[in-house]
């Protein structure tokens, strides 16, 4: 069983439209987050929830809103895509107050 | 040898010899320092952590070193194998807000 999974796995997308990616984590975890990897591999943290609240919200574009219907998922829905929105997305899940994180294997989004 | 430019550091390394990877970290407040692994088209992938008040810590094959005084944090592989070859990241997590952020990577390639 895959402990944190992402769907889609890629995505291809015209600029202006809006899209959706899901994570769903079957760890029990707490804590789930976003990250945006850029072709330098840089690893940025966009979000944070923990028990369904948001907990961070680092400088992100208000395009980008994550929901958390239950601890498990934690979807990130992007309104009027741009080009520089093109990265790979990770979810992450740990427990809190553990420093291991699991992540999923990414969604690479590319906007065209 | 070393490399940095407009790519990722890289470190190039002949297998069965012992590698470091070093990493600056910013926040004296983070509670925990975070190693990860990440191959190619996966997630990263956690190895070692070590809490702030240690300055050692060994697992399989790899020892993690963390130098609090000028903020300094490395990985030691010992007889690296072609496996090995990925980006190594180092990570902070600090528990008031379970925020767990990631530094920048360092390639590694094992030559067999």
């Known amino acids: 069983d895959t402990a944190v999974s992402q769907t889609p796995k890629y995505l291809v997308t015209q600029m202006g439209n809006d899209k959706s990616i899901k994570c769903e984590q079957n760890l029990g975890h707490d804590t789930m987050y976003w990250y945006k990897q850029d072709s330098k591999k840089f690893l940025k943290i966009m979000f944070s929830y923990n028990n369904k609240e948001l907990i961070i919200n680092e400088t992100v574009p208000n395009r980008f809103s994550p929901k958390s219907p239950d601890k498990a998922h934690l979807n990130l829905h992007i309104n009027s895509l741009e080009l520089g929105d093109s990265a790979v997305y990770f979810c992450?899940?740990?427990?809190?107050?553990?420093?291991?994180?699991?992540f999923g294997q990414g969604t690479r989004l590319t906007v065209v | 040898g070393e490399s940095v430019g407009l790519h990722l550091p890289t470190l190039s390394v002949q297998e069965g010899d012992n590698s470091i990877i070093n990493c600056a970290y910013s926040?004296?407040?983070?509670?925990?320092f975070i190693w990860y692994k990440q191959e190619s088209g996966k997630g990263p992938q956690f190895i070692i952590d070590?809490?702030?008040?240690?300055d050692k810590r060994q697992g399989q094959r790899v020892t993690v070193l963390l130098n609090k005084t000028v903020k300094h944090l490395s990985l030691q592989i010992a007889a690296t194998q072609p496996g090995d070859s990925a980006v190594y990241f180092c990570?902070?997590?600090?528990?008031?807000?379970?925020?767990?952020?990631f530094g920048k990577g360092n390639q590694v390639v094992v030559i067999p």
């Open positions: 070590i809490r702030s008040n240690m």
């Open positions: 992450a899940s740990s427990q809190e107050a553990r420093a291991e994180a699991f």
């Open positions: 926040n004296s407040a983070s509670d925990y």
């Open positions: 990570a902070e997590k600090y528990y008031g807000n379970n925020r767990l952020a």
